[in-house]
């Protein structure tokens, strides 16, 4: 049997080592369209994003700290 034919190695896989991706739809904080919300929970980030205006916020699930943001139209504080 060539290697093309030939079956993997399986490897036992429990469900700690899988991550289920959760993601609930939401209205965007910037333009008020249909926007989602991604919980990546082995990783502990929560990821905000809209489609129509490009809205972005990445941060720490656990802590809250924002880790990423973009978002066309809002001027940073001063």
Same mark, same amino acid.
């Given at each position: 049997?060539? %290697?093309? &034919?030939?079956?993997? !190695? $399986?490897?036992? +896989?429990? $469900? @700690?080592?899988?991550?289920?991706? +959760? +993601?609930?739809?939401? @209205?965007?904080?910037? #333009? /008020?369209?249909? /926007?989602?919300?991604? =919980?990546?929970s082995?990783?502990?980030? *929560? @990821?905000?994003? &809209?489609?129509? #205006?490009? =809205? $972005?916020?990445?941060? #720490?699930?656990? *802590? /809250? !700290? +924002?880790?990423? %943001? =973009? %978002?066309? /139209?809002i001027?940073?504080?001063?």
């Amino acid at each position: 049997m060539d %290697a093309i &034919c030939s079956s993997p !190695k $399986l490897e036992k +896989v429990t $469900l @700690r080592d899988i991550e289920i991706p +959760v +993601v609930q739809k939401i @209205r965007c904080p910037n #333009c /008020g369209s249909e /926007g989602e919300r991604h =919980y990546i929970s082995q990783s502990q980030i *929560t @990821r905000t994003q &809209c489609p129509s #205006c490009d =809205y $972005l916020m990445v941060s #720490c699930t656990r *802590t /809250g !700290k +924002v880790i990423e %943001a =973009y %978002a066309p /139209g809002i001027n940073p504080r001063k």
